[in-house]
C-alpha cells in the first residue's frame, strides 16, 4: 500500500556532501515520523537521523553536526543532507516511514536502500 522512492546516493571523497531524499505515496493518513538509517557490510542497521511530524529531530552522536534532517509534510518526503563525509559513512542508507493508515492503525515501512560510497 505504499511506496519510498529514494534517490541522492553515490560516491563522494572525504569531506563532501550529498543529498538523499524519500517520498512517501499511497494509503497515508498520515506521518508520525520519518528517518534514515544505514547498514555497512558486516555491521548492525543503525539510527542516521529522525524527524517528526510536528519537527522533533534526533541524530546519531556520530553524525549531529554534520548531517541535517528536513521534512516537507505536504509531500510526504524527507531529505538528508549530509556534508563533510567520512569513510565510516560509508553504508547502504534505508528510508523509513513510520504512518497512520487511518485514524486508529499505526505502521512502519520501509526503502530498498541507496548505496552511498566515501573514497578517494
Known amino acids: 500500500q505504499v511506496q519510498l522512492v529514494e534517490s541522492g546516493g553515490g560516491l563522494v571523497q572525504p569531506g563532501g556532501s550529498l543529498r538523499l531524499s524519500c517520498a512517501a505515496s499511497g494509503s497515508i493518513f498520515s506521518i508520525s515520523a520519518m528517518g534514515w538509517y544505514r547498514q555497512a557490510p558486516g555491521k548492525q542497521r543503525e539510527l542516521v537521523a529522525t524527524?517528526?511530524?510536528?519537527?522533533?529531530?534526533n541524530y546519531a552522536d556520530s553524525v549531529n553536526g554534520r548531517f541535517t534532517i528536513a521534512r516537507d509534510n505536504a509531500e510526504n518526503s524527507v531529505y538528508l543532507q549530509m556534508n563533510s563525509l567520512k569513510p565510516e559513512d560509508t553504508a547502504v542508507y534505508y528510508c523509513?516511514?513510520?504512518?497512520?493508515?487511518?485514524?486508529?492503525?499505526?505502521?512502519?515501512?520501509w526503502g530498498q536502500g541507496t548505496q552511498v560510497t566515501v573514497s578517494s
Open positions: 524527524i517528526t511530524r510536528g519537527g522533533s529531530t
Open positions: 523509513n516511514v513510520n504512518y497512520y493508515v487511518s485514524a486508529t492503525r499505526k505502521l512502519d515501512y
